[in-house]
């Protein structure tokens, strides 16, 4: 029972930075656009998260503040480089998958450059610190799960409703979802696609930026070359899993991160058992998702992944 219990406490704050970024990826892919950039983004959010309230700290500021500053940092930064990559993929219409990927390169690289010039090497920050719900932390078994963890932890779960009513309930939402599947029609109507995809993009990059910045300043407290680990492929897949749907890519979220949360689970408890099987199983399923998700195309918007030119019929 307890080690049950020990896999749900971890996976739930485990799962909010595979959550925000691949919310952020569906509103990109409802668009119409395929990021998988992500990974990049993450990184320079990560490193930009933690960067500010490191050297506020260095000033004998303190860090409250600096927190709330770091995380915009992230995500104005997230929301430039889902708009540079709108340059790329909406003005210039570059192919999508190969300009995500340079984007990811160029994110990796930039961060761990710049934190080895301004940083150097390997320092913590005090972060977000958890902020425990009155009364609900001491519910039994539920309280532990879901009430005791920091802000972000609960901000995240409140994006899923919040980004269902926007895309689902509003015009800038139909807009977006007109654009993914026929931008052509939503075109004849006065809908301009060119910048409904790049508002998709900078609020998916923000997103993405934040969840990166969840690392840095939420879990880890530290930045590191290697802090994302595959986080912004995986909510790629997220999206694919949960059929670009809030609710599902949230069950999908959970699920990775209680993959995630069984190794440290079996380490803890001394088990005997080749924990390294336990590390890679998140991936695992990463490869099954995509090797099945061709099932589910049909699903996908339509125009996901392709350019638009109102002068030509592409």
Not at 15 to 34: D, K, P, T, Y
Not at 102 to 125: D, E, K, N
Not at 208 to 237: E, H, T, W
Not at 261 to 279: D, H, K, R, W
Request: one cysteine or more.
């Amino acid at each position: 029972m307890n080690f049950i219990f020990n896999i749900l406490v971890l996976g739930v704050p485990f799962s909010v930075a595979l959550l925000i970024a691949s919310l952020g990826e569906m509103v990109n892919q409802r668009a119409g656009i395929f990021n998988l950039g992500c990974e990049g983004i993450m990184a320079m959010g990560a490193f930009l998260g933690m960067l500010v309230p490191y050297a506020a700290g260095h000033g004998g500021a303190t860090p409250g503040i600096y927190n709330v500053l770091g995380l915009a940092a992230a995500c104005g930064a997230g929301a430039l480089l889902g708009l540079f990559f709108g340059l790329v993929v909406v003005t210039f219409r570059a192919p999508q998958g190969i300009a995500g990927i340079g984007l990811q390169m160029f994110g990796v690289g930039a961060a761990g450059t710049l934190f080895r010039h301004f940083i150097g090497g390997t320092q913590s920050v005090p972060g977000i610190g958890s902020a425990p719900i009155p009364f609900l932390k001491d519910i039994p078994l539920l309280g532990p799960i879901f009430f005791s963890h920091n802000v972000l932890v609960y901000l995240a779960f409140l994006m899923v409703p919040a980004i269902w009513y926007i895309l689902f309930k509003t015009p800038w939402g139909l807009k977006v979802r007109a654009a993914g599947t026929y931008p052509r029609a939503a075109d004849s109507l006065g809908i301009k696609i060119n910048l409904v995809r790049f508002q998709a993009l900078a609020v998916g990059g923000a997103m993405a930026g934040l969840a990166g910045a969840y690392l840095s300043l939420c879990q880890a407290k530290m930045f590191s070359d290697s802090i994302i680990a595959g986080r912004g492929f995986i909510a790629v897949a997220l999206v694919y899993f949960g059929h670009w749907s809030p609710m599902r890519i949230m069950g999908g979220a959970l699920l990775f991160s209680m993959a995630q949360s069984l190794q440290l689970a079996i380490q803890g408890q001394g088990i005997n058992f080749p924990y390294e099987f336990a590390v890679m199983l998140p991936y695992i399923l990463v490869i099954a998702v995509l090797a099945f998700s061709h099932k589910n195309q049909h699903m996908s918007p339509a125009a996901l992944g392709k350019p638009f030119n109102r002068e030509m019929r592409i």
